[in-house]
C-alpha cells in the first residue's frame, strides 16, 4: 500500500484547506483511513478517521466543529477539509490506512502511514 499525502500549505487564521490522500496498491474500500498530525517539538496525534464505506467518523476534540473527513472510494482518496484553522493547527499532516474491524481509528491499529503534508497556520 502505498499512501500520498497533499494540499498542504501556507494560510492565514481564519482560513481553509483541503488535504487529499491517494490510495494504491491494495482494494480502497477495504481500509478505514485516518489522519494523524505532528507539531513541532510535540509527538503525533490523532486528528480524525472515517471508516472503510464512510459511514462512521472519529474527531479529535481539537478540530470537532472546524474540520471534515470524507472519503471518495471510486478515487481512492480521503480527503480531510480544514475550516477556521488556528496557528495552532500547524504541523506536518499524516494519511493512515488500516484493515482493523474495530476500533480502526486508533494509532497503533494504522498499518501504512504515508509521508506527510505541511500545513502552517500565520497568525
Known amino acids: 500500500v502505498q499512501l500520498q499525502a497533499s494540499g498542504g500549505g501556507v494560510v492565514q487564521a481564519g482560513g481553509s484547506l483541503r488535504l487529499s490522500c491517494l490510495f494504491s496498491?491494495?482494494?480502497?474500500?477495504?481500509?478505514?483511513m485516518a489522519w494523524f498530525r505532528q507539531a513541532p517539538g510535540k509527538e503525533r496525534e490523532f486528528v480524525s478517521a472515517?471508516?472503510?464505506?464512510?459511514?462512521?467518523?472519529h474527531y479529535a476534540d481539537s478540530v470537532k466543529g472546524r474540520f471534515a473527513i470524507s472519503r471518495d472510494n471510486a478515487k481512492n482518496t480521503v480527503y480531510l477539509q480544514m475550516n477556521s484553522l488556528k496557528p495552532e493547527d500547524t504541523a506536518v499532516y499524516y494519511c493512515?490506512?488500516?484493515?482493523?474491524?474495530?476500533?480502526?481509528?486508533?494509532?497503533?491499529?494504522?498499518?501504512?502511514w504515508g509521508k506527510g503534508t505541511l500545513v502552517t497556520v500565520s497568525s
Open positions: 472515517i471508516n472503510f464505506s464512510g459511514s462512521s467518523t
Open positions: 496498491g491494495r482494494t480502497f474500500s477495504g481500509y478505514a
Open positions: 493512515a490506512a488500516n484493515i482493523r474491524t474495530s476500533n480502526w481509528y486508533l494509532e497503533d491499529r494504522m498499518d501504512y
